[in-house]
């Protein structure tokens, strides 16, 4: 059984920062992409950063140059660093990673999200 548990989520003045992290455990044989979405109220879950295991990063145009999406392979955890946060990013925020099992092969898993509120 895979699980992916998310952290860090909270209240936070605009402008402020917060770093997510998100662990995966269970019987994983190797973790491909990982990477983060947000899903604001009455809006759509959309893609907000991804990484591969050789360290290559995507984000999405509202985020860039204000988070940074980081992992450690060892640790089988991704980090997402938010600076700069604006009202507009407040969110559940979503842990996804494509993972092999040796039981089920290569699956998409989802953590069950952590929420940010950006407010004054």
């Known amino acids: 059984q895979v699980q992916l548990v998310e952290s860090g989520g909270g209240l936070v003045q605009p402008g402020g920062s917060l770093r997510l992290s998100c662990a995966a455990s269970?019987?994983?044989?190797?973790?491909?992409?990982m990477g983060w979405y947000r899903q604001a109220p009455g809006k759509e879950r959309e893609s907000v950063a991804d990484?591969?295991?050789?360290?290559?990063?995507n984000y999405a145009d509202s985020v860039k140059g204000r988070f940074t999406i980081s992992r450690d392979n060892a640790k089988k955890t991704v980090y997402l660093q938010m600076n700069g946060l604006k009202p507009e990013d407040t969110a559940v925020y979503y842990c996804?990673?494509?993972?092999?099992?040796?039981?089920?092969?290569?699956?998409?898993?989802w953590g069950k999200g952590t929420l940010v509120t950006v407010s004054s």
């Open positions: 996804n990673a494509d993972i092999t099992t040796m039981s089920w092969g290569s699956m998409d898993y």
């Open positions: 269970g019987s994983i044989f190797s973790i491909n992409a």
């Open positions: 990484t591969t295991s050789g360290g290559s990063t």
